[in-house]
């Protein structure tokens, strides 16, 4: 793990920067991080990954996170796409596409609609049967890593229920168009996706038969709730190293910036941030790697902390570097607007709020 840090350390440097103001990730690095199995390090070493443990995977996720917000969302979108693989592929299935995520290929996972954002139930994409083929026709959008990707995971409505099928980016019938100017990870490719009679083999319909909607979309996301909540963890460590440095160099009034009070009850607040959330994404990585019965509410509960302590920390950091950190490229102004995202994805903080209440006393039902 330490070697592979290391390496990511090297091969992003002080390019996140230049990666964000041109809006655009080098795809030579992402592929060389692919085929090492970097980009869904869950996946196990039988279909070509690294095979680690969720703690580990999230500790590389959160060191990612650290240094490039826009290559740990294609980390995001390449776990949730192997993780809806290996969890609703067949045997074969798992075969003919895990090693095409470890070996370089890059993918994407499509569940939002223009009309369904929040309540995924409004999903209107739908998939039908014809021979040994399945046929798509919808409308996808803001998916992230759809510009680089080769592959497609992409949900939306199958007989009585829903199902998952694993598209070629390249197939007839798909369109793939940018984002423009997100606000955050701006090098992440965001894109929408209009299929238009897609036509791809039965085969690419994963488990090949359809499944309850709420269990299929919850099960997908929760791989992309956990990368998330750990990147949240890497904003942090990086805003709080940040500031920590300014606060120590800068002086103001004959003292540094850290020998005022104020300041300093800046840094132990996102100290404080760090830490807690660390130890809420520790326990939800304990509870995945211990199958244990509580990983729902440990994964929502990581993902909704972490998302909320990194957009107060990255503001906190801003305000720590003041004019420093003002411009845009600025790790801490990078964070800043990165983290703001955070809360909005993989079940925005008001959606993970409402999941929580049911876990509470006298929580809705
Ligand atoms: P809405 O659902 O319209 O919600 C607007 C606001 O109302 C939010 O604050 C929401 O929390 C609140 N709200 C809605 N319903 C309720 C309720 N019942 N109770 C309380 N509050 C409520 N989608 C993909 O499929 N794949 C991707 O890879 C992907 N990547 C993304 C990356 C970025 C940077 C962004 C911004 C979006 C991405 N999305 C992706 C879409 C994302 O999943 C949706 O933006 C998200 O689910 C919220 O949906 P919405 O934007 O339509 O907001």
């Not at 970097?38 to 996946?43: A, H, S």
């Not at 039988?46 to 290559?71: I, K």
């Not at 798992?94 to 569940?111: N, V």
Request: hydrophobic fraction near 45%.
């Amino acid at each position: 793990l330490s070697r592979a840090s290391a390496e990511v350390t090297e091969l992003i440097a002080d390019r996140a920067d230049g990666w964000d103001r041109t809006g655009l990730l080098p795809v030579d690095l992402l592929r060389t991080l692919g085929a090492a199995g970097r980009l869904c390090p869950q996946v196990p070493p039988a279909h070509g990954g690294w095979g680690l443990s969720s703690r580990s995977c999230g500790e590389f996720t959160a060191h990612v996170g650290s240094l490039c917000g826009s290559v740990r969302s294609v980390m995001t979108s390449q776990s949730i796409a192997a993780g809806t693989v290996e969890r609703f592929g067949t045997p074969a299935q798992q075969a003919a596409f895990l090693p095409r995520l470890t070996g370089g290929e890059l993918a994407a996972a499509g569940f939002s609609e223009p009309a369904a954002g929040s309540d995924l139930s409004a999903i209107t994409t739908r998939i039908r049967r014809d021979g040994d083929t399945v046929v798509l026709d919808g409308h996808k959008i803001w998916v992230t890593a759809a510009h680089y990707a080769d592959l497609l995971i992409l949900f939306g409505r199958y007989e009585d229920g829903a199902a998952a099928v694993v598209v070629p980016a390249s197939a007839p019938g798909v369109r793939i168009e940018r984002v423009g100017d997100p606000l955050g990870c701006r090098a992440a490719g965001h894109a929408d996706i209009t299929l238009d009679a897609v036509r791809v083999p039965a085969g690419n319909l994963l488990g090949g038969h359809s499944l309850p909607l709420p269990f299929l979309v919850t099960t997908a996301l929760a791989h992309g709730r956990m990368s998330v909540a750990w990147g949240c963890v890497g904003i942090l460590r990086g805003c709080l190293k940040a500031a920590g440095q300014h606060a120590a160099r800068r002086s103001q009034f004959g003292v540094p910036l850290g020998g005022h009070q104020l300041v300093a009850r800046h840094l132990a607040e996102l100290l404080v941030a760090k830490e807690t959330a660390t130890r809420a994404c520790e326990h939800a990585s304990r509870c995945w790697d211990e199958g244990s019965p509580d990983q729902v509410m440990a994964t929502v509960l990581a993902k909704y902390l972490s998302a909320r302590e990194a957009a107060r920390g990255a503001a906190t950091a801003v305000q720590v570097l003041a004019s420093a950190g003002a411009r845009d490229g600025h790790v801490v102004a990078r964070a800043h607007r990165d983290a703001k995202l955070m809360e909005i994805i993989e079940g925005s903080s008001e959606m993970c709020q409402l999941l929580l209440a049911r876990y509470a006393p006298g929580g809705a039902a």
